[in-house]
């Protein structure tokens, strides 16, 4: 006799009636490693089987750089204009509302001053998921006035890019803004006050032709993909197949442009030795 | 532990040191004394060999397979504060040539150096120690780091001579060395020089120019390496002896001369031989030279400086 008996045959649960697991509960990895989403919070939001670092916004990085959390955020309400009437598919101010309606973001960039391990640091930080991390003005201004806060309060600078490149939408308003923030960078490396690049991934085309390279150091995370042009490009422009790594964190270091990779768990202590020992400090625990 | 041939001597007193050792655990003869005799011996030949060491032996000492290299010193003197750099923003991230920032005591320095490997394959990974002009470059960026911050440079000099490569030639090395000189000559911190281990030529003076230069005893400093003088001088490395001989390279000569301004005394029968004792002379001597250093400003630092190689040469007027 069996434990179990069935009576009617076939699935009868009505969809209504059926049971649903929450969303979100777990996360799955590129390389299909599964783990649950408190446990990924947990660790830095890097699935600890294979070590793939999970794509994390400006919230994640102030919650992993900055002491319990806390910070100032500089400049929140800067929004962008649209000062081309600018339209593809969409009317630029409509993609503009659709991304903060979505992301809760005023746009791609979030700065902030708070304290890590105890000292001021000033951080500015990408987030793609408003509009691909694109970089139109707002981006350009709020990293610019971010560097004029160091500036002013003498607080080492650290920008975190994580970004498709410049903003089309803003067409060559959007260039120029890598002029803007290289002119901020060049004056805060004049008065020796230390800035930290670390580009993550993706940072790609504007960024890396201004800020993300322009680092006293910079760092990156495992497998992050930086350059210039984007695989594809560079794939079908030049009909070559590309070398495996190409592009990667890793490729990059091997090829000078990064002083050091880091896993997300050990990001917090490296900078802040790194400014504890270029501005020779006694280092901090 | 490997030993080079005059090095024997030493081998057969440790081996017969430890042999008495071993019977004096297995069994119940009382060997203290004869332990004590053999340890006596074994310090007097060390002492005798290290005497009357050739110019060759010396060069042979200073490529000993077990001698410390760069990154041993760093880590030995710095501990966990060192954090090291790469790249030189430009092509690679040149494996010959290490650097970073570490502490000594309160004070952060920027370390510089050529690597060797302890095996064959790390060998090829560090290109034996001879860097290529992206090595130079990368030396360079560390520097100007340094310079900008305030930070003092050392500089830790093991090299053959920089790499003779096809890309090395195509990418300068030539230019890459030079800039460096150059730009040493002029850097507004102090720097710290010492020679590790091999001090061959233009790929030594790559990162060789400072205010300080030293040189560990039994590490060589010269234009070129015995060898290869030998092979153009006599057309054959057969005279690498004679060469060796001929060059002055040693650590005494090259004082003689005004190339270094300090001789590092390394422990009895070499720095292989107690590796804890060299590491803390070298960090002591690191800061004691610091010391010194830092009450100049920068345009004392520079002129005294430029003077010091300005009065190089010697010449009939």
Redesign the interface.
């Known amino acids: 006799m069996s434990w179990f008996k069935r009576t009617g045959k076939g699935i009868q649960t009505t969809t209504e009636e059926k049971k649903d697991t929450p969303r979100g509960l777990w996360y799955k990895s590129p390389t299909g490693k599964i783990v649950d989403t408190k446990e990924l919070e947990q660790n830095f939001y890097v699935s600890p089987e294979d070590g793939y670092h999970v794509r994390i916004g400006s919230k994640e990085y102030f919650e992993i750089l900055f002491d319990d959390n806390e910070f100032k955020e500089l400049d929140k309400n800067l929004e962008s204009k649209d000062p081309l009437k600018f339209e593809d598919t969409k009317k630029y101010p409509d993609r503009l509302k659709a991304a903060q309606e979505k992301t809760n973001l005023k746009d791609a960039v979030r700065t902030a001053v708070g304290k890590s391990k105890g000292k001021d640091l000033v951080v500015a930080c990408m987030d793609f998921a408003f509009i691909g991390g694109s970089m139109g003005s707002v981006v350009g201004e709020k990293i610019a006035r971010a560097a004029d806060y160091s500036l002013k309060n003498n607080v080492p600078l650290m920008v975190i890019s994580k970004s498709g490149g410049a903003r089309m939408m803003e067409a060559a308003l959007s260039l120029m803004q890598l002029a803007k923030t290289s002119v901020k960078l060049a004056q805060l ?1 004049d008065a ?1 006050i ?1 800035y930290i690049s670390l580009c993550t991934d993706p940072t790609t085309g504007g960024t890396t032709a201004s800020f993300a ?1 322009l680092g ?2 910079n760092i990156s995370e495992p497998g992050a993909l930086i350059g210039f042009a984007g695989p594809r490009i560079v794939r079908d422009t030049t009909g070559k197949e590309l070398p495996e790594g190409f592009q990667t964190s890793e490729f990059l ?8 990779i880091t896993h997300r768990k050990e990001l917090k202590n ?1 900078v802040n ?2 400014i ?5 400090q ?2 901090r625990a | 532990m490997e030993y080079l041939e005059f090095e024997l001597p030493i081998k057969e007193l440790e081996d017969q040191l430890q042999k008495c050792k071993v019977i004096g655990e297995e069994s119940e003869v009382d060997v203290t004394e004869t332990c004590a005799q053999i340890e006596k011996k074994l310090a007097v030949a060390k002492k005798d060999i290290c005497k009357n060491l050739t110019p060759w032996q010396r060069v042979q000492l200073s490529r000993h397979p077990n001698r410390p290299y760069t990154l041993d010193y760093i880590h030995a003197i710095c501990g966990d ?1 060192f ?12 494996k010959a040539m290490i650097g970073g ?3 000594i005591g ?3 320095y920027m370390f510089i150096g050529q690597q060797k490997g302890y095996n064959t394959k790390t060998r090829q990974y560090r290109n034996f120690g001879m860097a290529n002009p ?1 090595g130079y470059r ?1 030396a360079l960026r560390l520097m100007k ?1 340094a310079e ?4 003092p440079v050392v500089t830790l000099i093991d090299t053959p001579g920089a790499y003779p490569g096809l890309e090395a030639e195509e990418r300068g090395q030539g230019e890459a060395i030079a800039r460096n000189i150059l730009e040493m000559t002029r850097l507004k911190v102090p720097i710290i020089a010492i020679v590790i281990g091999e001090g061959a030529s233009g790929g030594a003076l790559g990162i060789g120019v400072g205010d300080k230069v030293m040189m560990l005893e039994n590490s060589w400093y010269s234009v070129i390496s015995p060898e290869n003088c030998s092979s153009i001088l006599w057309r054959s490395w057969e005279h690498k002896e004679k060469a060796a001989k001929a060059l002055k390279l040693t650590a005494s000569d090259a004082k003689k001369i005004k190339v270094v301004d300090e001789i590092i005394k390394e422990p009895v029968g070499g720095a292989h031989r107690d590796r804890e004792k060299i590491f803390s002379t070298v960090g002591d001597t690191i800061a004691k030279a610091y010391e010194g250093l830092k009450k100049l400003s920068p345009t004392d630092l520079i002129s005294a400086r430029m003077d010091k190689y300005l009065d190089m040469g010697v010449f009939k007027d």
């Open positions: 490396a020796c230390p390279m006293d150091i270091l091997e090829h000078g442009f990064l002083d050091f490296k030795q790194y504890d020992l270029i501005s020779n006694p280092l | 504060s954090l090291e750099m790469h790249g030189d923003r430009n092509v690679k991230d040149d920032l570490g502490k309160n004070q952060s992206e990368k780091s900008k911050f305030g930070i």
